[in-house]
């Protein structure tokens, strides 16, 4: 059973770009968040989507957002980036909320 | 506000030699405490699920358990290969949107010299 996929594994952008993320949960699984990772302030729960909606979402600005569409399948937009959104973002994703979550391998975004 | 602590950040031991690493957590209306182990460069490997006080649960040289307050990996007899670091995250409902996100520790990474 295949894992959790995520697209692109790395990626550089220029301050002031946006970028989008893509996350294909494990088969059957309906539920997906996100996380950051950081050196400094480790993982840090971004937000989380059961069939389609956000359930919650962590204490981030608005420049994060995301979706997940209805074959579970979610993406993370990041607009006008800074420097301080260089990190290791994974997507992880459950069978539903409360279950175990499996997380994918990340995408490491640089931004410069 | 949910609360996990790991100690100590980093630990170094010999191969063969067993220690423990500590994880305490604050939490409102606990769900479950995760153990992920995470390699440089990936995402975190599930480990370990423990849901009350008391529990206890194995894989190979890894034995985690559970109490109100806190959580212990024991790590017994460790090989290189057990060299990584060691997560530790807490699920409590969140009751405003029925939601079960995790808050993690910083983490604790274990290097173990041959």
């Known amino acids: 059973k295949a894992g959790v996929t995520q697209t692109p594994r790395y990626l550089i952008k220029t301050r002031g770009q946006q970028v989008t993320l893509s996350c294909s949960p494990i088969?059957?699984?309906?539920?997906v968040s996100w996380y950051q990772q950081t050196p400094g302030q480790g993982l840090q729960f971004l937000f989380e989507y059961f069939s389609e909606t956000q359930r919650n979402k962590g204490n981030f600005p608005g420049r994060f957002s995301g979706r997940q569409f209805s074959n579970s399948r979610s993406e993370m937009n990041v607009s006008t980036l800074e420097l301080g959104d260089s990190a290791l973002y994974l997507c992880?994703?459950?069978?539903?909320?409360?279950?175990?979550?499996?997380f994918g391998e990340g995408s490491w975004l640089t931004v410069v | 506000e949910d609360q996990v602590t790991q100690s100590p950040e980093a630990l170094r031991l010999q191969e063969g030699e067993s220690s423990s690493l500590n994880c305490s957590y604050t939490v409102s209306g606990l769900r479950g405490l995760f153990w992920y182990r995470q390699d440089p460069g990936k995402g975190p490997e599930f480990l370990f699920t423990l849901y009350s006080a008391g529990e206890e649960k194995e894989k190979e040289r890894l034995k985690a358990t559970l109490t109100k307050k806190e959580s212990f990996l024991h790590i017994t007899a460790p090989k290189p290969e057990d060299s990584a670091t060691y997560l530790c995250?807490?699920?409590?409902?969140?009751?405003?949107?029925?939601?079960?996100?995790?808050?993690f520790g910083k983490g604790t990474k274990l290097s173990v010299i041959p």
């Open positions: 088969s059957g699984h309906r539920s």
């Open positions: 992880a994703s459950s069978a539903g909320p409360g279950n175990t979550i499996y």
């Open positions: 995250a807490v699920q409590a409902r969140n009751s405003g949107a029925g939601s079960y996100q995790l808050t």
